[in-house]
C-alpha cells in the first residue's frame, strides 16, 4: 500500500454506462492527478488539481469529467466512452514542485 | 517525437548482471524521476534527481543536466527486479513527460 489508493481495481464498462474511478490519499499531499497509460504508449498526463486549482490535457474528451472535492479525494467520471479508452488509469498525489510522485495501483478499465 | 526517450525498450539479463538503463530528454526540468511499474499496474518512485547520483541498496541513478541524460543502474540483479522502469521529467510546476518504459526481465 503506497499511501495512494484507487477503486475499484478492475472496471468493465459498456460504452452506454456512466461510471466513476475513485482516488483517496492520506499523505498531505496537495496535488493530485490522473493519468491514462495504454499499451506501448508512454503515460499521459490528463488531469492535475494542484492547490485546487484543475489543470488539464485539452487532448481529453469531454467524456472525461474529474472533480476533486477536497485535497485528498479524487474522482474521474466517465460517460458513453469508447473501446480505446480501455487502458489503466492512475492516480497520483505529490506534495509541490520539489518532491516526487507516490502512485495508486491503478484502475484496470476496459470499455466493451 | 516524444520528449523523453528511454533505451533499450526491452531487456533480458541473467540474474547477478549489472544492468543499465538509460535516459535522453529535450526539454528544460527542474528533476527527473526513475519509476518502477511492477506486473499488474502498481508504480513505485524510485529516485528524483535534480543532479549528480543517487543510490537505493542495489540502484544507482545518475543526471548529466547538461547532456540532458540520466541512467539507471542495477547492480546484482535478481528476478524480483522484473518490472517496467519508466523515465519522467519535470517541467515547470507540475508537467511531466514520460518516456514509454524499459521492460526488464531477469532470468534466474
Known amino acids: 500500500e503506497t499511501g495512494v489508493t484507487q477503486t475499484p481495481r478492475h472496471l468493465v464498462m459498456g460504452m452506454t454506462n456512466k461510471k466513476s474511478l475513485k482516488c483517496e490519499q492520506h499523505?498531505?499531499?496537495?496535488?493530485m492527478y490522473w493519468y491514462k497509460q495504454s499499451a506501448k504508449k508512454p503515460l499521459e498526463l490528463m488531469f492535475v488539481?494542484?492547490?485546487?486549482?484543475?489543470?488539464e490535457n485539452n487532448s481529453v474528451p469531454s467524456r472525461f469529467s474529474p472533480e476533486c472535492p477536497n485535497s485528498s479525494h479524487l474522482f474521474l467520471h466517465l460517460h458513453t466512452l469508447q473501446p480505446e479508452d480501455s487502458a489503466l488509469y492512475l492516480c497520483?498525489?505529490?506534495?509541490?514542485?520539489?518532491?516526487?510522485?507516490?502512485f495508486g495501483s491503478g484502475t484496470r478499465l476496459t470499455v466493451v | 517525437k516524444n520528449e523523453v526517450e528511454q533505451s533499450p525498450q526491452n531487456l533480458t539479463a541473467q540474474e547477478g548482471e549489472f544492468i543499465t538503463i538509460n535516459c535522453s530528454y529535450s526539454?528544460?526540468?527542474?528533476?527527473l524521476h526513475w519509476l518502477q511499474q511492477h506486473p499488474g499496474g502498481g508504480i513505485v518512485s524510485l529516485f528524483m534527481?535534480?543532479?549528480g547520483k543517487k543510490k537505493h541498496g542495489r540502484l544507482i541513478a545518475t543526471i548529466n543536466i547538461q547532456e540532458k541524460h540520466s541512467s539507471l543502474h542495477i547492480t546484482a540483479s535478481h528476478p524480483r527486479d522484473s518490472a517496467v522502469y519508466i523515465c519522467?521529467?519535470?517541467?515547470?510546476?507540475?508537467?511531466?513527460?514520460f518516456g514509454t518504459g524499459t521492460s526488464l526481465t531477469v532470468i534466474p
Open positions: 534527481l535534480s543532479s
Open positions: 488539481y494542484s492547490l485546487e486549482e484543475r489543470v
Open positions: 519522467a521529467v519535470r517541467r515547470t510546476g507540475n508537467q511531466f513527460y
Open positions: 526539454v528544460g526540468i527542474s528533476a
Open positions: 499523505l498531505g499531499h496537495n496535488a
Open positions: 497520483a498525489s505529490s506534495q509541490d514542485r520539489n518532491y516526487g510522485y507516490t
